[in-house]
């Protein structure tokens, strides 16, 4: 049958649909041969997928049909597991093309959940064919059939995109696809490496398999992710979408992976010259950090946040009105919960970005009062993110050196007046006037911090007054503890902890 496969190709060539579809019930007999047969299984995979990998014209259509197959048997079964299985055997005699299709088709789908959002990804229409590649995936990052060189910014794309998403196996899946991305970069053969980025890439290997990681995506109850990833039994409850407990995801956890990404990333940049995957990485981001998409829009901002290396005074502004939007939203409309994810992911984006603005912006100052208004929504799960960013905000004025000559009252007053407003409802709102006493109105949103549930939030608010009460002081030369009346509101705030702790 063997040399007979290459004929095939002439009836894909033209636009005759009577032929198309003769080709498309051959390769569907080939399929199911191939499911039902297994005593000639190793022989099919090899003289059969094999050779028709290494015909470039056939491949959509042969892709088409394994996707297919696949989502009429749903992920998890025999059917779809045979497939990403028979994936790498068509992908043994062409390499880059196989892994070039099957992560285009998985960026191209994921691209077009945007036309039609929803609000998680496990609820688009797309989900089966994004689960069922991401198998595809997983199966073809063993021995590099990925083709990692070519495509890892592509990679940690769609990881970020699909890290603790779906059904336990999934997330497990996710996780494996990591770890042998991380294998791929040490065995590569077309990637040479200094020992201290092989160091780098081995430590890597070490710390996601640490419980730490388990836990971010999602597979903390699990004793091991490869033995959840590659199930014995298919259609097991692992696969099941309406069986598996979902384990809460922390935009948090998702900031800890891409920082741990971008590592391993930065460290094989060193080693290649002109290298532009960072680059490709931060474009995807991008897009998706721009673009309406409850499900994904989230983690591309957070993922945009934490890889760029430059921003402009015109992306911080789109961030700020996607957050203004998402407040908007949060306060009148009843999807509260997408709503809060996306105010968080907008911060948590500002916090990382900020310090890359412009020193001549007037965004930084305005950027305060962003925090505030975080504060002052009284949200225990947006409290972090908006305590993290006034940090950061005191910190780049301070190092810009905003605070050498005026209080930080008399800085921030000043960039608070076209937004008069709107502060002063919010003031109303909350019952803490600014235009009042600046100072004392501060303190009382950081107070909230000393009862908040997580320990490095206390530990934060504490560090926050510590900054404030030595930026009230710096324009007058004297010491951060003497007592005025506008270091009295911080001290007041430090005693109050004292007390607490006594």
Known sequence: MTPWLSNLVRFCKHNDDAKRQRVTAILDKLITMTINEKQMYPSIQAKIWGSLGQ?????????????????????????AEVMADTAVALASGNVKLVSSKVIGRMCKIIDKTCLSPTPTLEQHLMWDDIAILARYMLMLSFN?????????????????????????????????????????????????????????????????????????FGISKVKSAAVIAFRSSYRD???????????????????????????????????????????????????????YNPSLQPRALVVFGCISKRVSHGQIKQIIRILSKALESCL?????????????????????????????????????????????????NLYSAGTA???????????????????????????????????????HFVGLNFNSNFNFALVGHLLKGYRHPSPAIVARTVRILHTLLTLVNKHRNCDKFEVNTQSVAYLAGKSTKLTKLV
């Open 55 to 79: 015909i470039t014209d056939l491949l959509d259509v042969v892709l088409d049909s394994f996707i297919k197959t696949s989502a009429t048997g749903g992920l998890g079964s025999i059917k």
């Open 144 to 216: 590099n059939s990925l083709d990692v060189a070519a495509h890892l910014p592509y990679l940690f794309h769609v990881v970020t995109f699909l890290v603790a998403t779906g059904p336990l196996s999934l997330r497990a899946s996710t996780h494996g696809l990591v770890i042998n991305i991380i294998h791929s970069l040490c065995t590569c053969s077309q990637l040479h490496f200094s020992e201290e980025t092989k160091q780098v890439l081995r430590l890597s290997l070490t710390e996601f398999s640490l419980p730490k990681f388990y836990l971010l």
């Open 237 to 291: 409850r692992s696969f099941s979408p309406g069986s598996y407990e979902r384990e809460t995801f922390a935009l948090t956890s998702l900031e800890t992976v891409t920082e741990a990404l971008l590592e391993i990333m930065e460290a094989c940049m060193r080693d290649i010259p002109t290298c532009k995957w960072l680059d490709q990485w931060t474009e995807l981001a991008q897009r998706f950090a721009f673009q």
């Open 332 to 380: 009148k409309g009843p999807d509260t919960y997408n709503s809060q994810v996306l105010i968080e992911a907008t911060v948590i984006a500002l916090t990382k970005l900020q310090p890359l603005l412009n020193k001549d912006s007037p965004l930084h100052k305005a950027l305060f009062w962003v925090a505030v208004a975080v504060l002052q929504l009284d949200e225990v």
């Open 389 to 427: 960013l006034l940090e950061q905000n005191l910190h780049t004025l301070d190092s810009l050196r905003i605070f050498n000559d005026k209080s930080p009252e008399e800085v921030f007053m000043a960039i608070r007046n076209p937004l008069e407003w709107h502060c002063k409802q919010m003031d």
